[in-house]
């Protein structure tokens, strides 16, 4: 499952690394692609029941998450998906306040304002205060046009009205994640270079700590978006531990 800031499409590369071994499917979240809108009823319970939704119907076994889809696979498979081994690259989980919301107000009264470039620039700042939060606003305008491409910035922009409803999911379930602890099935923690410095990499070895049947994998060169940028190296992480080759 893609995070807040992505489409299914985003994990094509992901999916044909692992179709020589398995039937990928990629769900496209709530209010993206051709999905309808999150609608007014929308949370965390409604993304669930669209994950049961395509696990009976496709039959799967397993399930990868990253980010936000992270936090969805852990929340379907204590409300029941029965998902026999799950996979987690650097899961949005809030732990001790690591995902703050504070920024979501600003943010939303600039993309009410019609300045969404600006939105974003909120959410970068508050969404990772001791990393980019720390980076003065003009420079970080500088930055962002160099680090990630127009059309990956538009896609960000469009999907940001959907992602502070999401994040905002998150938050509610701050210094929860003991619960995730009564999950039996084996799980797959994974996380990038910046595990120790930002919240969605953090939470990574913390439920490593609760999850009893887990492992820890880190990639010390990828970041937060390794699924997207080296799916064949998660692939190739991901293809034993699906299969039980020396997995726990």
């Known amino acids: 499952m893609p995070g807040a800031f992505a489409l299914a499409a985003d994990f094509d590369a992901l999916s044909a690394a692992l179709a020589d071994r398995f039937t990928a499917h990629t769900i496209e979240r709530r209010g993206r692609g051709a999905s309808g809108p999150q609608g007014g009823a929308y949370g965390a319970a409604a993304e669930c029941a669209d994950v049961e939704a395509v696990r009976a119907a496709t039959g799967a076994r397993f399930v990868f998450g990253h980010s936000f889809g992270g936090f969805l696979a852990l929340e379907a498979a204590l409300a029941g998906s029965a998902f026999e081994r799950i996979a987690l690259y650097e899961p949005g989980v809030s732990i001790d306040g690591s ?18 470039a600006e939105a974003f620039l909120t959410f970068v700042q508050g969404i990772n205060p001791e990393t980019s939060g720390k980076a003065p606003r003009w420079l970080l305008r500088l930055i962002l046009p160099l680090a990630i491409k ?29 619960e995730y602890g009564r999950l039996t099935q084996p799980v797959l923690l994974m996380a990038g270079k910046e595990f120790e410095s930002t919240g969605a990499g953090r939470a990574a070895p913390r439920l490593h700590d609760v999850l009893p049947a887990s492992e820890l994998t880190l990639f010390p060169k990828l970041d937060h978006f390794g699924p997207e940028k080296d799916p ?13 080759t020396g997995s726990s």
């Open 99 to 116: 995902i703050p919301i504070s920024w979501a107000d600003p943010c939303r009264r600039q993309l009410d304002a019609g300045k969404p």
């Open 150 to 178: 127009k059309p990956e910035r538009l896609q960000k922009h469009i999907l940001l009205p959907a992602a502070i409803r999401e994040h905002a999911e998150i938050a509610a379930r701050d210094n929860t994640f003991a």
């Open 232 to 244: 064949a190296g998660i692939a190739t992480a991901l293809t034993p531990f699906f299969l039980d």
